[in-house]
């Protein structure tokens, strides 16, 4: 599940709405829409967020949060170290490799580094 996915069924269970009304009511197929939500979809178009976020009514910052989720949503990341040292490459590598197998703990900690990166550069 993408953390868009995850922000979808969320935003449903809470306002009571199954995913044949969401659906039917933003023009897309229910097989689809639980595509979207299980990660086996790419990420939604801006025109489709804009109608989940109409159908449901959202706030500017909540919808906001959507937008920004679904654009760090992208089930099948492509990374490319072209130009890069070779450590570099090998990391991306071990990454992809190792990815489902890491446990929970592991990820946010390599997350929080990540994001303290961010803050230097």
Do not use: C
């Not at 449903?12 to 086996?40: C, D, F, M, N, W």
């Amino acid at each position: 599940m993408t953390p868009f996915g995850h922000a979808l069924r969320e935003l449903r269970r809470r306002k009571g709405i199954t995913q044949r009304e969401l659906a039917e009511a933003i023009g897309v197929t229910p097989a689809y829409l639980s595509a979207l939500e299980h990660g086996k979809r790419g990420r939604p178009t801006f025109e489709l967020l804009q109608r989940i976020a109409g159908y449901f009514n959202v706030i500017w910052d909540e919808a906001e949060e959507l937008f920004r989720l679904a654009e760090a949503s992208h089930p099948k990341v492509v990374l490319d170290t072209a130009g890069l040292p070779p450590s570099y490459t090998g990391f991306a590598n071990r990454l992809a490799q190792r990815i489902r197998s890491l446990p929970p703990d592991v990820i946010e900690e390599m997350d929080t580094l990540l994001k303290k990166a961010g803050m230097r550069g």
